[in-house]
């Protein structure tokens, strides 16, 4: 049996193993990401969890680890509309949001819609573009509408934007504004893979021929619906009070020039509640928030030293984590 077989086999068993059929669904999910993703299970397990907690995902790393791979694969798993956005530093806002022409025969405008009028948008190399476009962005990402001459525009249902970019001292980069970096529900580095599973990438000759074979194994219906069940879960208030001791522990100085806004609560509590979901449980509880603070709160602070780096600002949010106390 080959070691993509057993990954499959294994998760697929984990996810079967749960009583819930959305666990069953997120483990297919899963799995078949996998497949393309390899010893990636923990990176795998948070982007779902942004998926389904409806969030936005940015994906941050040097080129050649895999970012593109894991946000194609994830949109080619789901029954959804799915467009790639290229990001140069020439590419203008209209060629994101679309543009309005005018037909003579008709006398009238016509607005065409651009590529982010899809359920799952690709926005590759994102910090590569100007801040003008990289602007154009954020009213889709907070109110999954868009603005032009006047006229607003709803964006379908649902509406996720995975977007890569590269390390900021990498060469035609533009730094993400803070308005934006805060619209992402998560961040993560894919990283390298482990040495069993990079040879086995070597000797196989890559993921292309597995990704483009991909299927879907969730349709849309069923992606709103846990979605939804998302939303179910029970959060205890005392849970929710530490959520906002961690935030207000970011915004008291220390180590913090600007802490964790009330955005990044709430989807520190959504994510909890996906979290979650995806193991089983009808409750959150202290641990999931633990392993979701630094993902989700990380790139929305900045730093009194070493600001705009994603793993001191990680350490950051972890020195946090362990000095605010646990709820009983």
């Known amino acids: 049996m080959s070691a993509v077989q057993d990954i499959i086999m294994t998760m697929t068993t984990a996810a079967a193993s749960f009583a819930s059929p959305a666990t069953q ?14 010893g990636k299970a923990k990176v795998i397990r948070l982007a779902v969890i942004a998926l389904l907690a409806e969030g936005h995902l940015l994906i941050e790393d040097v080129p050649g680890v895999g970012k593109t791979t894991l946000a194609q694969a994830l949109a080619r798993s789901l029954g959804l509309a799915f467009q790639r956005i290229q990001f140069t530093s020439d590419l203008l806002p209209s060629d994101v949001i679309g543009v309005s022409v005018y037909r003579q025969g008709e006398e009238r405008f016509e607005f065409v819609p651009g590529p982010l009028f899809a359920n799952i948008v690709l926005a590759d190399e994102i910090n590569r573009a100007t801040p003008k476009t990289q602007s154009a962005l954020l009213e889709a990402m907070s109110e999954r509408r868009v603005s032009v001459d006047r006229k607003r525009y709803a964006l379908p249902r649902p509406f996720v934007v995975l977007a890569t970019q590269n390390p900021l001292e990498h060469h035609g980069t533009y730094p993400l504004p803070e308005s934006q970096l805060d619209r992402f529900l998560m961040s993560l580095k894919v990283g390298y893979p482990p040495p069993a599973d990079e040879r086995q990438l070597l000797l196989s ?3 292309e021929e597995t990704l483009d074979g991909l299927r879907p194994v969730l349709a849309r219906e069923e992606l709103i619906a846990l979605q939804g069940e998302v ?27 600007l802490g964790v806004s009330p955005r990044g609560v709430q989807g520190l509590y959504r994510a909890t509640q996906a979290l979650a979901l995806c193991e089983g449980r009808e409750f959150a509880v202290p641990d999931d928030v633990q392993r979701l603070a630094a993902p989700i709160l990380a790139h929305r602070v900045l730093l009194r030293r070493g600001s705009g780096d994603l793993d001191q600002a990680r350490q950051a949010i972890e020195k946090v984590v362990s000095t605010v106390a646990v709820p009983l």
Do not use: H, P, S, W
Not at 25 to 38: C, D, H, N
Not at 231 to 237: G, H, T
């Open 25 to 38: 669904q997120i483990g297919r999910l899963e799995a078949q990401v996998a497949t393309v993703v390899r």
């Open 231 to 257: 939303r179910q879960v029970l959060i205890a208030e005392k849970l929710a009070d530490y959520m906002l001791a961690l935030a207000t522990a970011t915004r008291e100085g220390g180590d913090f020039l």
């Open 205 to 207: 000759g890559g993921v």
